[in-house]
């Protein structure tokens, strides 16, 4: 499932235009979790200039409102860093 929820991830972030994307699937180490049995745990670093000027929590809004329905059903969990090209 995670690498197909990983492409399905990369596929939602697309709208975004981003000038990197890196997911880490960290599932493996939420095992037993409550909450994993329906859902993955993923760690996003993404570069997009779509973040200029943007606080963290409306950065943080613009991933979520791409990954959408996702993050009901194949992300339990997604640790988001959002950054904007002049950040790195």
């Known amino acids: 499932m995670s690498n197909a929820t990983t492409e399905l991830l990369r596929q939602r972030l697309a709208?975004?235009?981003?000038d990197s994307i890196a997911i880490?699937?960290?599932?493996?180490?939420?095992?037993g979790h409550a909450g994993?049995?329906?859902g993955g745990h993923?760690?996003?670093?993404?570069?997009?200039?779509?973040?200029s000027g943007k606080t963290t929590m409306a950065r943080h809004r613009l991933v979520y409102?791409?990954?959408?329905?996702?993050?009901?059903?194949?992300?339990?969990?997604l640790v988001i860093h959002a950054r904007s090209p002049d950040e790195v």
């Open 42 to 51: 993923f760690r996003l670093t993404i570069v997009a200039n779509v973040f």
């Open 24 to 31: 880490e699937d960290d599932s493996h180490l939420h095992a």
């Open 65 to 77: 409102d791409a990954v959408g329905d996702l993050m009901r059903g194949k992300i339990h969990a």
């Open 15 to 18: 709208v975004l235009h981003a």
């Open 36 to 38: 994993a049995k329906d």
